[in-house]
């Protein structure tokens, strides 16, 4: 395993719920990332988080609300999610923010908005 | 904008062929580019990186070139075997890291 652990894996959500996705990494990493994975389309940055603070905001819609407590801990908050916002959700790690940092992948939480 | 693209959405090889994909960029000059497996149900792996003063870096049994002329990185898996089945992703990072789709390969026993 890659060391970064995502839940719920599954996810299935009405537009009016509010649920929180949860990603950890025991990597000793500083830098942590939420990317949205649809089909057929490139993986999206959504935010960068790099020792706590937050910075990178990809112009992501506020239904989704970030939340890093703490380097090895990462939440999406969602609320009122439309049907479009069904996808696969990744965490990502690095020891830094450079761009040439490798990033370490969680498993993705696959989450559906009916 | 920052674009990567793999056009083959799919490719099937015998095995023991060369798998090549293909990843083009558009609108930009990455300083490097990385390359991604991805199996069903899992994030991204990361398994190689090539800058932009590398022609080509290997790894094992993969390969990867740089071609700044053609804005083209190709990406070989060489005596490919099914265990290589898997999607592949390109990414381009200047400044940011953009990905692109990602090519589907099938190894076929």
């Known amino acids: 395993e890659t060391g970064v652990t995502q839940t719920p894996r599954h996810l299935v959500m009405g537009m009016t719920n509010k649920k929180s996705l949860k990603c950890e990494q025991h990597l000793g990493h500083n830098a942590m990332y939420w990317y949205k994975q649809s089909a057929k389309k490139p993986l999206e940055l959504m935010f960068v988080?790099?020792?706590?603070?937050?910075?990178e905001n990809n112009s992501v819609p506020s239904r989704f609300s970030p939340e890093c407590p703490n380097s090895s801990h990462l939440f999406l908050h969602l609320h009122t999610l439309q049907p479009e916002d069904s996808a696969l959700y990744l965490c990502a790690s690095s020891r830094g923010t450079s761009d040439l940092d490798e990033q370490f992948f969680g498993p993705g939480t696959r989450l559906t908005v009916l | 904008s920052q674009k990567i693209e793999q056009n083959s959405e799919a490719l099937n090889i015998q095995e023991g062929k060369t798998a090549t994909l293909t990843c083009n960029y558009t609108?930009?000059?990455?300083?490097?580019l990385q390359w991604y497996r991805q199996d069903p149900g899992r994030g991204p792996v990361f398994l190689l990186l090539?800058?932009?003063?590398?022609k080509e870096k290997r790894k094992e049994r993969l390969k990867v070139t740089f071609d700044t002329t053609l804005k083209q990185s190709l990406f070989h898996i060489t005596a490919s075997q099914p265990a290589d089945s898997a999607t592949y992703l390109c990414a381009g990072g200047y400044q940011k890291v953009t990905f692109g789709t990602g090519t589907k390969l099938q190894v076929i026993p």
């Open positions: 090539i800058r932009e003063n590398e």
């Open positions: 988080y790099s020792l706590e603070e937050r910075v």
């Open positions: 609108n930009y000059s990455p300083a490097y």
